[in-house]
């Protein structure tokens, strides 16, 4: 009788301890999915933005090396609202790696956060967060992008498991570098530009002025837009930091484009130059540890049209420019035009296979005119076609990935723009911060 009741007692709290797991599983997991949401983070790359990882809280620690690129599938669709069809695509992107972390994705030994890493490249369109409309507004812009992360393996804990989760609440993102840039605007005779800027650390001492003017594609009122649509943010990097020890950095934006002139588009003039001029005077005068001696300014096609004209115009107020694949046509600049544009050291760049805006129609002419006219500090780089310098993507024959030609910025971003005098090696940035109106 004794045993019997032993037995069954036994059988009970056996009952009651399974019965007590399951149900704590079955919490666990029902209150994970009610606090579950994710964050994206977004890098700029040679090409663009691209949403390389995400942070997925999944309600409770988990141990190191308890979540492998298997454990989740990332779903995303990509939706612009400009469209009259919104939905781009959407499918799964590929998950390349995957750690337990902290709050900001760090990797952690224990951690109710898990970064999926996923698969990024200039042809991996779902990576993409931004968009650029083609047919009707010709401007890039950011899309909805909306994630499913769904666990397709289970996360082994002590007390159970982890199972079937569905995460689709977006809880916030990061840009890298594009957040630490301000934003602001001015309004100038009725013409408002808005723009991004980036501020060194005090160390009171002057600091130059770099000015970046965009693209034909980053217009608008969006000022993360011409950082973010190419990699524009790369003048806040370390690295091109480092050339200039310290660097305040300007963009200026266009509501449209700055090659829309008063009689027609890349007329030769623009009627946004005053504005920007007298943007680039109030930043320099509210920020007075600029060095007026050092302000630089550059820009890719459009913005190297804006490049142009204002060294044109403005004589002696830079101290270089650096225009890319620029737009002037050299049949717009007159003779008095070129002496005027000697006087601002200047590097061009741009690309032989360039059918956008053709160097032989705008850059190679006024080059040679400028050395004609004696233009001491005047510099080409002509590059045969841009392509790819990280290794890291190919064309299908195996060679370094090729750029369109028109996108001779990408060097320039990455400082790989450099001539080579008297056996002596100099980048872009390193002539650049070399310039001042003092010397």
């Known amino acids: ?186 309004t100038y005779n009725d013409v408002t530009l808005t723009y991004a800027d980036y501020a060194p650390a005090k160390d009171k001492e002057k600091n130059p002025l770099i000015i970046w003017l965009h693209g034909g594609g980053e217009g608008g009122t969006d000022t993360t837009i011409p950082l973010s649509a190419n990699k524009a943010v790369s003048f806040a990097s370390e690295e091109i930091q480092s050339y200039f020890d310290g660097a305040y950095v300007l963009a200026p934006q266009a509501p449209t484009k700055w090659m829309d002139g008063f009689t027609g588009v890349a007329d030769g003039t623009s009627i946004y130059q005053e504005a920007l001029m007298a943007l680039i005077k109030d930043y320099v005068a509210n920020n007075p540890d600029i060095d007026p001696n050092r302000i630089y300014i550059g820009g890719a096609s459009n913005g190297g049209y804006m490049t142009m004209l204002m060294i044109r115009d403005y004589p002696g107020y830079f101290a270089a420019a650096y225009p890319v694949c620029e737009g002037l046509n050299d049949t717009l600049i007159t003779d008095e035009d070129i002496q005027n544009l000697t006087k601002t050291p200047t590097w061009f760049v741009t690309a032989a296979n360039d059918t956008t805006l053709l160097p032989e129609l705008n850059t190679l002419p006024t080059f040679d005119r400028l050395i004609d006219a004696g233009a001491e500090n005047v510099h080409l780089t002509l590059f045969d076609d841009v392509r790819d310098t990280t290794g890291l993507y190919k064309n299908a024959d195996g060679t370094p990935y090729e750029y369109n030609g028109h996108w001779s910025w990408i060097p320039v971003y990455n400082n790989e723009v450099e001539a080579t005098n008297d056996g002596e090696t100099t980048t872009v940035m390193e002539w650049m911060a070399a310039q001042s109106l003092n010397k």
């Open 1 to 186: 009788m004794l045993k019997k009741h032993v037995r069954t007692g036994l059988l009970c709290i056996l009952t009651i301890v399974m019965s007590l797991s399951f149900s704590i599983g079955v919490l666990a997991k029902e209150g994970i999915t009610k606090q579950t949401s994710y964050r994206t983070v977004t890098e700029i790359h040679d090409w663009g933005a691209a949403v390389t990882k995400v942070i997925v809280d999944i309600g409770q620690p988990v141990p190191n090396n308890s979540v492998t690129e298997d454990t989740f599938n990332v779903h995303v669709s990509r939706s612009d609202d400009r469209l009259a069809t919104p939905l781009l695509e959407e499918g799964d992107r590929t998950v390349t790696n995957a750690y337990v972390s902290d709050k900001e994705g760090s990797p952690a030994a224990r951690g109710k956060y898990v970064v999926l890493e996923m698969e990024i490249g200039p042809n991996i369109s779902l990576g993409s967060p931004l968009n650029y409309d083609w047919a009707n507004t010709r401007l890039n812009a950011w899309i909805d992008t909306k994630y499913t992360i769904t666990q397709v393996q289970d996360i082994a804990l002590n007390s159970g498991t982890i199972s079937e989760l569905m995460i689709d609440t977006f809880a916030g993102g990061t840009r890298e570098l594009v957040d630490d840039f301000s934003s602001g605007s001015k």
